[in-house]
Each structure stands twice: as C-alpha cells, then as structure tokens.
C-alpha cells in the first residue's frame, strides 16, 4: 500500500518553462489537494479537489492549474514558471475535509 | 533551498522531558483540529485530533487540550525521545471547509 505518490521528487525549471506534477492515491479517497510549503509560511493550499472530473481553488491559486481526469491522480500544472514558485509541493489526499495523507513532496527550483 | 524549519518557533528539550507544543488558533467558529508532525524530507503526518466539544484527548505518549475560551490548542508529548524532533503543525477547521494550518513549531530533542 503505497499511500501517496508525487512525481518527481525534485526538478529545476528555468524562467517561463512549464511543468506538471503528478500525484497518485491508492486509499480509493474522494479529496485530494496540492499544498506549497515556503519557510516560515507554513502549508497553504493551492488547489483541490472533490472528486473525479472536479477542481477548486484554495489560498494561492494563481500561476497553477489542475486537472483530476481520473479519482486517483491529481495533476498540478505550471504553465509559465516564475521564481516566486520555488517551493516544496506536497499533495494530499483524504477521505472527508479532514485527516489528510501527504505525499513526500516534490521540491521545485525556479531559476 | 531553505530548509522549511528555518523561521520557526523552536522548542528545545532533554530526551525523556516532557514538552509541550502550543498553539493559538484564529477562527472561533472552528470545530475539529489536527496535529500534524513533519520530519525532515517527508510530508506531514497525522498524529491526535480533537473535535470542539472535548477539551481534552490522549493517544500513545501524546495528550492534545483545547480552550476554546481563549482559542489555545497545545501537543504534550511524554517522555520525549530523538525520533519526535520534527517539526509539528496545528491544524483548524470549520465545517466544510478546508484545513487551515499553522506556521509550526520544531521541536528539537538532545540526547
């Protein structure tokens, strides 16, 4: 059982490229969220999702997209990157709005 | 890039004291909180939760109490040992709404 799965771990985009980070759940969970973490700030929520073919935004939507085509994937997209979006990405998945699973994170370096 | 526990509130205790991690919370409509713990190079993991209409639960070696009066969540944690050194995340939330998550607290232990 592997839980949650994001890919890759790590990647280094220069200014403009784009990108898409993709997470994978095997709990059969409705929800699933894509989070950035930056020192200090905490985990704030960029978008999620409620179910298959659903999308929502959270805190920090701008610059990202998202797709959930299928109830086990959730697609984070990057379309023109930009240095305020070096981060770590941690996606989620949970049965209810409550007790969430993360994924080990994908570090992303925007030069 | 920076490590995510830069920034953050430190607690810095003896292997075998016990500490205690607090929390203030914002919304007073909140009703159901989490503590998360985030060891370095992983995602957050779920530890205690406590809904708004207890004050007080226990797990193994971790005791979560909650004042609503004035808004206060805190983790004690007994006996702490090397492998709680991690940094610990309260989390809120209101109804149907996602989860909010505190800055965070690393929690440094010596032997």
């Known amino acids: 059982n592997a839980g949650v799965t994001q890919t890759p771990k790590f990647r280094v985009l220069k200014t403009g490229q784009s990108m898409t980070l993709l997470c994978a759940q095997d709990?059969?969970?409705?929800?699933m969220y894509w989070y950035r973490q930056d020192p200090g700030m905490g985990l704030r929520l960029i978008h999620y999702?409620?179910?298959?073919?659903?999308?929502a935004k959270g805190e920090v939507p701008d610059g990202y997209n998202v797709s959930r085509l299928k109830k086990q994937n959730f697609l984070l997209g990057l379309e023109s990157a930009a240095p305020s979006q070096t981060s770590v990405y941690f996606c989620?998945?949970?049965?209810?709005?409550?007790?969430?699973?993360f994924g080990n994170g994908t570090r992303l370096t925007v030069t | 890039g920076e490590s995510v526990g830069l920034h953050l509130p430190t607690l810095s205790v003896q292997e075998g004291d016990n500490s205690i991690i607090n929390c203030a919370y914002s919304?007073?409509?909140?009703?159901?909180f989490i503590w998360y713990k985030q060891e370095s190079g992983k995602g957050p993991q779920f530890i205690i939760d406590?809904?708004?209409?207890?004050d007080k639960r226990q797990g193994q070696r971790v005791t979560v109490l909650l004042n609503k009066t004035v808004k206060h969540l805190s983790l004690q944690i007994a006996a702490t040992q090397p492998g709680d050194s991690a940094v610990y995340f309260c989390?809120?939330?209101?109804?149907?709404?996602?989860?909010?998550f505190g800055k965070g607290t690393m929690l440094l232990v010596s032997p």
């Open positions: 989390a809120e939330i209101s109804g149907y709404s996602t989860l909010t």
């Open positions: 999702s409620v179910g298959e073919g659903t999308t």
């Open positions: 989620a998945s949970s049965y209810s709005y409550q007790i969430l699973h």
């Open positions: 709990m059969n969970h409705e929800y």
């Open positions: 406590i809904r708004s209409n207890m």
């Open positions: 919304n007073s409509a909140s009703d159901y």
